[in-house]
């Protein structure tokens, strides 16, 4: 069976996976495509197996994964022919069939065949034969990233109009750190739709000249040396909008929290704990700050004592809290003039009043309210629903991703700046 069927009205996007550890995050790729409405097919290089079975694709996509220019994947290929059902080459009916080619993770070995048009295999025989937008997302050691060669490929693909989603920063699997590790999951697959769709994903450059503090995951206050009093944040939200905000053209410095979330690249990233190592980051970036999102899920209560040593289970256990310092109401009493405010409250409830009546004691210009009562969305999760309420009204922003929501977000913010310049004057 060929892979050539499309989802009606959907786009086609091929995903290319090589043999780097990240393969697995292709399959997070995937599904984050099919979350935006896309029809995905898989083609996998021989070393990408070694790492991720080609099931694993089939599975999540309905397609067969494509391993080889001759007609299937290992053992199980019925017809070892290179041909599709309809007696087509095979990879040149994907490679016309394709909207959009993505290369996830892109190794450097793939990157040099691909610039110097190699064809050995089915992915790069392909990126030679399609006419579809060509986007790859690299990913490799830091000094094979920093190499001369992978960066003249690099710059070279880029000069053809290939477009390359940078790698991040980090801790990479060899043990070094870094540059080389795979883009957030996120932001391939926003770059993808707005490859395939400039004019509706066309970047915007409207935050030039903003520099946007951002707040981001839950803290985790000390118990004892081994546990803590934490939430259940993932940190997703201020992720996307430090993201979302960068690409607008903004400075963005993110303060967060415990995630397991690689730092947006182009962010100036700061790691905290507790409540209060995230209250003295935001102070001390304050001054630079012309806009301030308080997304974090910051801890109300910390313990009055922590324990020295772990504490021992001998029946029950009392904890005495007190409460910790409000990081935005801190941040009003100490912003410079024209400094934007935008607070979070997540809640169990969609009571607007009572979220206005938590904006005007905060001294907040306005807050997102989030209902974590309803299923599906909001922690842990890829999709979020939310209310932008200022003093005079309340925006409904249904259900959609988090990166969407971002942008919307970045909208009601940017009304926010016109209004009080206006008023200004």
Known sequence: MANTTKNSGAPWVTVGVSGGVAAYKAAELVRALQQLGADVHVVMTRAAQEFVQPLTFSSLTG???????????????????????????????????????????????VIAKIAHGLADDFLSTMVLATTAPL????????????????????????????????????????????????????????????????????????????????????????????????????????????????????EVILVSAATALDPPAGCTFFSVTSAEQMRRAVMAHLPQATVVIG???????????????????????????????????????????????????????DDIEHARKKMQAKGADAIVLNDISRAGIGFDSERNAASFITAEQAVEIPEMTKREMAEKILDEVLALRAASIESAS
């Open 135 to 250: 986007i790859v997302a690299p990913a490799m050691n830091v000094n094979m990233w920093n190499n001369p060669a992978t960066q003249a490929n690099i710059a070279l693909l880029r000069k053809r109009g290939v477009t390359i989603v940078e790698p991040g920063s980090g801790y990479l699997a060899c043990g070094m750190t870094g540059a080389g590790r795979l883009a957030s999951i996120d932001a391939i697959a926003q770059t993808v739709m707005r490859v395939l769709s400039p004019e509706a994903h066309a970047e915007k450059k409207d935050l030039v000249g903003e520099t946007v503090l951002i707040t981001a995951g839950g803290t985790r206050e000390a118990i004892d040396p081994v546990r803590y009093i934490g939430n259940r944040s993932s940190g997703k939200m201020g992720y996307a909008l430090a993201e979302a905000a960068r690409q607008r053209g903004a």
């Open 63 to 109: 397609h067969r994964t494509i391993t080889s220019m001759w007609g299937g994947w290992g053992e199980e290929s019925s017809s070892p022919t290179g041909l599709d059902e309809s007696g087509m080459i095979e990879h040149i009916s994907e490679a016309g069939g394709a909207d959009a080619l993505v290369i996830a993770p892109a190794t450097a070995h």
């Open 295 to 349: 997304a974090a899920a910051v801890a109300d209560f910390r313990l009055a004592t922590v324990g020295t040593e772990k504490l021992r289970r001998n029946g029950a256990l009392h904890l005495e809290l007190e409460p910790t310092e409000d990081i935005v109401r801190g941040v009003v009493e100490a912003r410079g003039a024209g400094t934007l405010v935008i607070a979070f409250a997540a809640e169990m409830d």
